[in-house]
C-alpha cells in the first residue's frame, strides 16, 4: 500500500512517518521545495495551496492521510485558506487521479461546542466559534461530500516523543480554569489510530481517539514541575475538550499509552 503523507514535517507527520514505515506502509510525504525528506520516504515537491502540484502526488497511491493544517496564528485567512481550501485542492486531486484512494483526514477535539453537555460525541451538533476548529468541520463537511472513500480521525491534546506540546501548555491555557480536563492521546496511538484506518476499520466515519484518562490542565503542567495558580470558584464548561471514544474502541482502538503518568514512567514524554 502506498500512502501519501502531507504535513509529514509536521509535530504529528514526523512521529507517525517512521511508525508507518516500520509497518510495511510504502509512504509519500508531500514537501514544500527546500523541505528535507526523511530516510525511506518518497519526496514529491509540492503544496496544497497549488493544485498543479497534487496530480503527480497523489497518483498511483492507495491512501492519503491528510495532517497537513494550519493552527497557532492570529492570521485567520491563513486558517482558513489552509484547512479549507487545502484540503478542496487535495480531495479534487483525489478524485480526479486517485478515485479508489482512501482519503483520512486528522481533525480535532476543538470542534465540540464548549457548553457540550456530556463528553464530545461524533454524532454531536457543532458549531465551533474560532477560525481552526471551524475551519476543521468546513473541511470535514467537504470530505464527506465528496464521494471519495473517506475517514475522518479526530484527536485530541497530542503529545509524547520529544515533541514539546505539553511543555508549551502553560504558555497557551492563558485565563482556562486549572481544573479544565482535557483528554490526551500519545504519538504511539496517532499511529495505532491511523493504521486502523488505512486497514479500512473507520471507513465513512468520525472516530474519536483518545487515551484513558483526561487530565486537568493543573496535573498536566505539574507533571513537569509547572504549577499554575488554584481557583477555588465552579468550572463552568466541564466537558470541553473531554471526547467520548466508545466508537473507537467499539472498532478495536485501545490505547498502549493509557495516561499521561504512564508516558512519564515510561520515559515517553
Known sequence: M??????????????????LVEA????????????????????????ILDPSTLPNAVHGVSAIVHLAAVFRTQDTDLIWKSNLDGTRNLIAAAKAHAPDARFILSS??????????????????????????????????????SGLNWSIVRFPFVYGDGDGHLESLPKYVGTWHPAQRMSTIHHRDIAK?????????????????????????????????NRLESRF??????????????????????????TVYQAQQEGLM
Open 193 to 225: 489510530a491511523i493504521k486502523l484506518a488505512l486497514n479500512g476499520t473507520f471507513d465513512r466515519r468520525i472516530v474519536n481517539v483518545a487515551d484513558e484518562a483526561p487530565s486537568s490542565i493543573y496535573e498536566l503542567a505539574g507533571l513537569l514541575g
Open 2 to 19: 502506498t500512502v501519501l503523507i502531507t504535513g509529514a514535517t509536521g509535530l504529528v507527520g514526523e512521529r507517525l512517518l517512521p511508525r
Open 108 to 145: 480535532t477535539s476543538h470542534v465540540y461546542n464548549n457548553d457540550n453537555p456530556h463528553p464530545g460525541r461524533e454524532d454531536d451538533p457543532v458549531d465551533p466559534q474560532h477560525a481552526y476548529p471551524a475551519s476543521k468541520v468546513a473541511a470535514e463537511k467537504e470530505l464527506r461530500e
Open 24 to 47: 510495511g506502509f510504502a509512504c509519500r510525504a508531500l514537501l514544500r521545495a527546500g523541505k528535507a525528506c526523511p530516510d525511506g520516504i518518497e519526496a514529491m515537491t509540492g503544496d
Open 233 to 258: 470558584e465552579s468550572l463552568p464548561n466541564p466537558w470541553y475538550l473531554h471526547v467520548d471514544t466508545s466508537l473507537a474502541r467499539s472498532l478495536g482502538f485501545r490505547p498502549s499509552v493509557r
